[in-house]
């Protein structure tokens, strides 16, 4: 930690993003994708996670969604997701939570300015005008658009899909002082490039993982979430807390 509290020392006011991925929401019993007993081990990403998935067999994509709502709609925030919503306080408007993850784990441990790249399970979208409204039940081809009549699918970024909110988070990452990923594989693009993004133009790059990826960032804490954004937030509170 003494490199990130030794460049923190130069920074009186820094812009701070933090990157999450699925292994924020593991501890809250949500599975993650790609370990052991991940959800790409039961189901074919092609099938589920894809626009042809859904055109080949759009119920059983309605299905693989309605599965994740329902379980999501169980799950309560974890400790990280709370000194997540901790470091948004110490950093206020220089803070922007950017996250992969679908669930509202992170809304409802308190975090305010965040944007979902990959979309939300908890919303629904037109497949005709774009609509978007919360949906909290099951999804099916019965369910229609309520301005349209269109039919509607789960508002989640497939792949091959463009993630949400990329002019945002490219000018955000592009200018910020430290970006930290939480929980993430770093497989999947382009939030994968993010921290190679910020780094380039000078910001210092933080990884909390339970296994460290091997990615080259500046400072790599590993451990569970839960555990490690508190470590992580003692140490910027000490530098930071007037
Ligand atoms: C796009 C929503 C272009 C759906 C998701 C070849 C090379 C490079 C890239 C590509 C390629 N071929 C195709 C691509 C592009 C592709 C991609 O990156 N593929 C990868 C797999 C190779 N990307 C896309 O298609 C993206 N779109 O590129 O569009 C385009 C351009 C122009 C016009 C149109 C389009 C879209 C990607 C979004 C796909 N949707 N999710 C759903 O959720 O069902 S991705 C999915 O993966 C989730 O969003 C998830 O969040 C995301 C990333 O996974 P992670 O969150 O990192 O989760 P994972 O399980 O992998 O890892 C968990 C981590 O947590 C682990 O590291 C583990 O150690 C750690 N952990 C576990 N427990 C804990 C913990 N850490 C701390 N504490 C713990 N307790
Ligand atoms: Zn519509």
């Known amino acids: 930690m003494d490199k990130l509290l030794a460049f923190l020392k130069t920074k009186r006011n820094p812009k701070v993003i933090v990157l999450t991925g699925a292994g924020v929401s593991a501890e809250s019993g949500i599975r993650t994708f790609r370990e052991t007993g991940g959800l790409w081990e039961n189901y074919n990403v092609e099938d589920v ?7 080949s067999n ?19 925030p974890n400790r990280g997701h709370f000194a997540i919503a901790e470091l948004e306080e110490l950093f206020g408007n220089n803070f922007l939570l950017v996250t992969q993850n679908v669930d509202n784990l992170h809304e409802q441990a308190g975090s305010k300015n965040i944007l979902h ?4 399970l908890l919303k629904a979208r037109c497949f005709e005008c774009g609509t978007v409204i919360d949906w909290e039940g099951d999804l099916t081809s019965d369910d229609k658009c309520e301005s349209c009549s269109g039919p509607m699918r789960p508002h989640v970024v497939w792949f091959n899909e ?6 945002e988070i490219i000018s955000a990452v592009s200018d910020c002082d ?3 990923a939480i ?9 994968a490039s993010f921290y190679q993004m910020a780094s380039s133009k000078g910001a210092h790059t933080v ?11 500046d400072t790599i804490i590993d451990g569970p979430s839960s555990r490690t954004v508190d470590m992580l937030l003692k140490e910027l509170r000490s530098v930071y807390t007037n």
């Open 183 to 191: 929980g993430t594989s770093g497989v999947v693009y382009p939030a």
């Open 117 to 120: 790249m990959h979309g939300e």
């Open 178 to 180: 430290l970006f930290i």
């Open 58 to 76: 759009p119920d059983l994509v309605y299905e693989f969604y309605n599965v994740r709502r329902k379980q999501a709609k169980l799950s309560e």
């Open 162 to 167: 463009m993630p949400l909110y990329m002019d």
């Open 207 to 217: 990884e909390l993982n339970l296994h460290p990826t091997g990615a080259n960032f």
């Open 49 to 55: 996670a894809t626009p042809e998935g859904f055109y």
